[in-house]
DNA sequence: CTCGGTGCTGTGAACGCGCTGAGGACACCG
DNA sequence: CGGTGTCCTCAGCGCGTTCACAGCACCGAG
């Protein structure tokens, strides 16, 4: 369970009483933080504020559903106003709750929205005749298998979320190499040359001093 | 849409008022119309008022459920207790809302449960010439019985579940082995490669550094 | 053209993932 | 109390993957 509240009582509480529950919780502070966690994966559902520093619920829960990610979201606000409700959940949110809430109406809901699950979602990413399904976790070129190690599927997975733009070498080595600090920026142009020759030569562009950006 | 409500102006408002959204609108105004109405399925969700004559909304609802029927449920309470809202919830409603209600978070909530659509829980699992049927916990691999352990069993169940995705280790630890932090990630491997022994070895790729998935 | 900087790639080594056989712990049963 | 079956740990092995390194190619500026 990944909690994001910036209200630092607020938080902890929630973090305590869940896991008396028995979910295994996280908590983020900040809208950046959340999204990065979310993203990073393995939660089961997502409990969110709207009211957040770097990025509102409301952008949070936007950008995910962009990136097809389809995890629960829970979404808390002090706004209690109709179209602020509305406006969260067609923002993609799952359920909406106005503080202050109940707890118990907390939990009763967030036991509705796990027991709901997951949905396996159209979440297959395509640019050209390039698809990829996390799920599965293939790739295809023009409807034909390509096998890619670990890293490689990481690293395309990433590139495809953002069809198009140009993404630095660092960037690639913050969310698809987790231990940025200890591995050289080459091993990024080593992969994307290693993607180059399985996907074909011009699929990754080099956009010289700013980084890489996928053909669309 | 089917809509469940013995008040029969605000069955009508809402029946209209759906209608201007494009859906198809039938209205049942007591309990048991209501669950013959759901079982008779078609329908993609359901608007449940609780207090209705012959049948609570609760008790329809968690016959439903019984009965195998996952259609998402959005129930309408005058009370609103915390309890009775949880109550609702956890007789398997999706969501809840008291009267009175907007019409507008009325419609948002709506779309947020149609969004995510109903979970498909078929009573016998089949890929393949592999048949599981978790009632009667029995394996057949091309009508042939295959005999499993328990936990092999809740192992390939929950990989027939989602066949063709990539499982990692982590999630089945999490989801089949109930205490995941007791247990080493190398009894997955163990009990996969029982299970290829039992089911045959092509059956379970294995995706290195992802996890494993049951080949389509 | 020259030159510095940036990116590409072949080589090779170390790492660590996943598979397996052996065996201990435990429960159940005759 | 021994036999049987299940569950799971452990250690070792094979091999694919990852990444550092170094030399080379290429680009753009002067």
Redesign the pocket.
């Known amino acids: 369970m990944l909690v994001v509240e910036d209200e630092v009582r607020l938080a902890a509480a929630l973090q305590r009483g869940l896991q008396a529950e028995g979910f295994a919780v996280d908590v983020a502070a900040t809208g950046p933080a959340g999204l990065d966690a979310a993203r990073h994966g393995g939660y089961d559902a997502m409990i969110l504020d709207v009211m957040l520093p770097g990025l509102s619920g409301y952008e949070l829960v936007r950008r995910l559903r962009a990136e097809q990610y389809w995890l629960p979201v829970l979404m808390l606000s002090a706004k209690d106003g109709e179209y602020d409700q509305a406006d969260g959940l067609d923002c993609g949110a799952d359920d909406y709750l106005t503080k202050p809430f109940s707890y118990v109406v907390l939990l009763a809901r967030l036991r509705a929205l796990l027991r709901r699950g997951a949905p396996e979602r159209p979440a297959v990413l395509a640019v050209g005749d390039l698809r990829l399904d996390p799920a599965r976790r293939r790739v295809t070129r023009a409807d034909a298998e390509v096998v890619l ?4 599927f990481a690293l395309l997975d990433y590139l495809m979320r953002r069809p198009g733009q140009v993404i630095s070498k660092i960037e690639l080595l913050d969310h698809v ?1 987790d231990a940025s600090l ?3 920026p ?2 990024v ?2 992969y ?2 290693y993607l ?1 020759r399985k996907l074909g030569r011009d699929r990754l562009e ?1 956009v ?2 700013a980084g890489y950006r996928l053909a669309t």
Do not use: F
């Not at 190690?149 to 490689?152: D, F, G, S």
């Open positions: 190690t670990a890293r490689e190499w200890e591995t050289a080459n091993a142009e080593v994307v040359g180059r080099t010289r001093g």
